[in-house]
């Protein structure tokens, strides 16, 4: 019985924010937001509207998250000119410049300064975000999920341009609940410092408040499809549960973990010795570098023994951020975790973290293999970077995050989804 319920919550939850996304689509337009009268004045600020300007607004972006094909024409044609790219990206210097002023900074960006709910502040959320160079990409990130009542840890590739360092830390300087990681590491691809990355936020989180109850890890290329609101309600709803994927481990990938690695040149490298087997012979597990788990889950990654030594023994593994979070996922007395038998593999699919689209798994509907629809944008290493025509499906998913999305690829999408969200956020206070 109580399996049944939990196989049944997830299609619940989808159909209502299927629901709730349709209902929005029609209340959204491009050219009606800020004249919506019931609006109260003090949220009236936070409105994006069509007077700032930007170059996006020539498009209809609710025709666009409707999937209407002349608006998603307009919109590729817009995004194929050079100009247009010109016109809409935003320099690391202007960040570094509009920061000094930070009440201005806010004012201008938009920022919420007030959290939109008692609801929200009842439920404050621990955010680490990996990035390493496309500050705009950041930025407008950190804008569509910030609220004071968060925490958000920047981890900042210790071998990032300086212009990109400098402008995160001018634009985190501006929030009392934003803040650098204290330990940068220099990120190598597949090794073992993505990881710490990830660690150095978790503990500085940790330690930055006791209120935080669940903690969500982010690079600068992932974008939310659901507004705050939503996602702490979709997060009560897993009832202390985490969520990521965490299956069986192919046997291709097994390589992974029986070899031991270093670094050189920058790059990770077989040693060409064998590993021993994991501590305490821990179930190895497969998944990906994103996921969405409860505060006690982080703990044990900070205090548990077993997963400290687990931590040792991956140090020298490859790729070691898609097995470690699948593997603790699967530890008994780990907060929110399953058991390790595979009838409890949940895939990124059915796992609320982090939608990706890999160029292999891409088909028409009704194709036997295929997983989702083709890519509207292009692919970057086998994966689609998200364009405008990816919106209308992306919103009926419930993913909390979608991975990834380039202002420099297609700035459309990002302006379509973000303004989306806030009239979204700003509707649901009535
Ligand atoms: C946007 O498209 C819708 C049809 O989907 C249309 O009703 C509306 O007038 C358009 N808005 C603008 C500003 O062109
Ligand atoms: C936790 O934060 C306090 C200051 O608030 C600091 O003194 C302490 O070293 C931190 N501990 C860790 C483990 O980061």
Known sequence: MRLLKRRQRPLLLTLIVVLG???MLSLLSCSKAGKDPASPLRYRQ??????DGSPEKACNCSAILRGDREALEQAKLLTLTKDFHKSVRIPDEYYINA????????ISRKYLTVPLSQEEVDFPLAYSMVVHHKVQNFERLLRVIYTPQNFYCVH?????EASVISAIEAITSCFSNVFMVSQAVSVVYSAWPRVQADLNCMADLYNASTKWKYFINLCGQDFPLKTNLEIIRILRSLQGGNSLES???PP???WRVANAHHIA??????SGKTKGPPPFNLPVLSG?????????????VLEDNRILALIEWAKDTYSPDEFLWATIQRMPGVPGSMWPNSKYDITDTNAIARLVKWEWHEGSQGSPMAVYPECQGNHVRGICVYGAGDLQWMLEQHHLFANKFDTDTDPIAVYCLEKYLRQKALAELY
Do not use: H
Request: aromatic share 12%.
């Open 252 to 254: 291709e990938k097994r």
């Open 156 to 160: 900042v590739d210790k071998k990032s």
């Open 288 to 300: 990906n570098a994103y996921i969405v788990v409860n505060r006690g889950y982080i703990r044990s």
């Open 265 to 270: 040149d920058g790059q990770i490298q077989p």
């Open 247 to 249: 299956e069986t481990m």
């Open 99 to 106: 920061a000094q002023d930070c009440r201005k900074f806010k």
């Open 46 to 51: 936070f409105e994006y509207t069509d007077d």
């Open 21 to 23: 996304s349709l209902w």
